[in-house]
C-alpha cells in the first residue's frame, strides 16, 4: 500500500505576508542552496521583495545570479522584476549575497570594539585562525547575518541557504556552540592558567580548549600562547554582544514567521538526516514548513513493472534477438528499481512523520545553473 503525505504548499508559503523567513536546511549535496535560489526567485516573480542568503554556491549558479564579487552584501539580480530588474514586469524584486564568513566575523569585531581594540583582534593570528577555521564558525555566522538582514528590514522575505556541512543539525547546535566558546565564564578558566605562566599552564590551556573545539588543539608553540592572551583581553569587550544576538537569532527562528525547509534526497543517509532534523525543529519548537525531496527518479513508462521488463530482457537475449530492446529494457527495469527504494525511503520518512507536508522535485537531466533552471524548479516545487 502506497502511504501519502499532505502536500507541500510552497506557493502558500511565499505568498503569506507573514512569511519572513525561510531556512533551507538539510545534509550536504541534497540541494539547499538549489531549492533556497529557486524559492527567492519565484517569491521575488509572485512579487515580494527577497534577498537570498546563499553559503556555498556552486560558481555556474553564483554567476547567474551575478553573485560575482564576494563582498558580503546583498545585490541586485538582474533578470528579475521591473523596471531595475528589467526582468519579466512583476513587482518583486531579487537580491542575492554570498555569505564571506570572516569577513561577517571582521564586522561584529569592527562594530562592538573601538578602533584599536579591533586592530588588535583583527591582526591577532588567533583570531585569524578561529574565524576561518573555527568548525561551526560558518554555521554562526549564516545566523548571524540572517539576524542583520532581519534588523535591516530592507526586505520582506529572506531566504537562508544553511552551510554545506555534513550534518543538518549543525546549524542549529553553532550559536550555542560558538557562544559557550566565547562566553566570558570560559574565557575566563582560560584566563587563569594563563595567568599562572610556564609549561603546565599551557598544557592545561590546551586541555581546555580541547574540550571545546579539538580544531584549535593543533595550535601550538609559545607565541601562541601570548596571542591567545592578547586575544582574550581584547575580545572580553565583545563577549556580552555575541551570546546575545546568538539567542535573538535563536528566538527569531522560533518566531511565528519563520518556515523552515528540510531538504533531502530521497537516499537513506539523506532522509534518515531530514527525520533528526525534523524532530530537532519541535524540541526547539521551530516552525517546520515541510520537506522537499529532491531528485526525484520517475519512469515515464511506469506501468511496465521492473520484473516484467527484466523478464522480456532475459527472453530476447535467450533468443539473441533484438539486442538494443532488451538494452532498453534492462535500462528501464533498473529506473523502476531505483524509483522503489527511493519511494521506500520516503515511506520510512512518512511513516515516523505522517503529518508533515511533502513538495517532490524530480532529478533534472542536467544541473541547474541559471535563473531558468531554478524558475523551473522552482515550478516543480509548487505543483
Ligand atoms: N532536482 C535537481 N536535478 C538535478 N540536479 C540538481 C537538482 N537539485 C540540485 N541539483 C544539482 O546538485 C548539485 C548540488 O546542489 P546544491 O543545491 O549545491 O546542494 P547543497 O547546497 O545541498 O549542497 C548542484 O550541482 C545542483 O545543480
Ligand atoms: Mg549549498
Redesign the pocket.
Known sequence: MTKTAPVLDIDAILDDENTRIVVCC?S????????AAALGLRAAERGRSVVVLTV???KR?AQSMGLTELDNVPRRVKGVGSPDGSGNGSRGELHAMMLDMKRTFDEIIEAHADPERARQILTNPFYQSLSSSFSGTQEYMAMEKLGQLRRSGDWDLIIV?TP?SRSALDFLDAPERLGRFLDGRLIRVLMAPAKAGGRSAFKLLNAGFGIVAGALTKVLGAQVLKDIQMFVSALDAVFGGFRQRAEQTYKLLQAPGTAFVV?ATPERDAIREASYFVERLAEERMPLAGLVI??LHRSPASALSAARSTAAAEDLEARGEHELAAAVLRLHAGRMQLAAREQREQEHFMSAHPTVPIAH????A????DLDGLRE?GGLLAT
Not at 550536504?28 to 531549492?35: A, E, H, I, Q
Not at 542536467?366 to 545553473?369: G, I, L, M, R, S
Open positions: 538539510g550536504g549535496g541534497v540541494g539547499k542552496t538549489t531549492t556555498d554556491p556552486a549558479l541557504d554545506p531538504v529532491n531528485r522535485v524530480p532529478a533534472m542536467e544541473d541547474v545553473h524548479i
